[in-house]
């Protein structure tokens, strides 16, 4: 699977961001689908998940209500479309695919794949 992650920026507090991950390969389609953090100085936290086939988006609570993950299968493409945006929410954010998802997405050393990062700086 690979994954290459676009769309960071800087943005103000309270504005909005939209992040895509393109996806290839044979067998993205069995994965889950999800995004990860990693904010200066801190370590790597889930964002958001969502199964390739059937949907079903998890969140964490620091952005449930404000950010929505999403499939385009026609175009290959994962999104996390992000409102409101809070300073805390400056970070790295990977776009990652995983076989398993659910909690495991909180097992973070045992993601299947990883793509590049792409920086999103919130600014108060």
């Known amino acids: 699977v690979q994954l290459q992650a676009s769309g960071g920026g800087l943005v103000q507090a309270g504005g909005s961001l939209r992040l895509s991950c393109a996806v290839g390969?044979?067998?993205?389609?069995?994965?889950?689908l999800g995004w990860i953090r990693q904010a200066p100085g801190k370590q790597r936290e889930f964002v958001a998940g969502i199964r390739w086939i059937g949907g079903g988006p998890i969140y964490s609570d620091s952005v449930k209500g404000r950010f929505t993950i999403s499939v385009d299968s026609a175009k290959d493409t994962v999104y996390l479309q992000m409102n409101s945006l809070k300073p805390e929410d400056t970070a790295v954010y990977y776009c990652?695919?995983?076989?398993?998802?659910?909690?495991?997405?909180?097992?973070?050393?045992?993601?299947?794949?990883w793509g590049q990062g792409t920086l999103v700086t919130v600014s108060s």
């Open positions: 390969g044979n067998t993205f389609s069995r994965y889950h």
């Open positions: 990652a695919a995983d076989f398993r998802g659910g909690s495991h997405w909180y097992r973070l050393t045992e993601i299947d794949y």
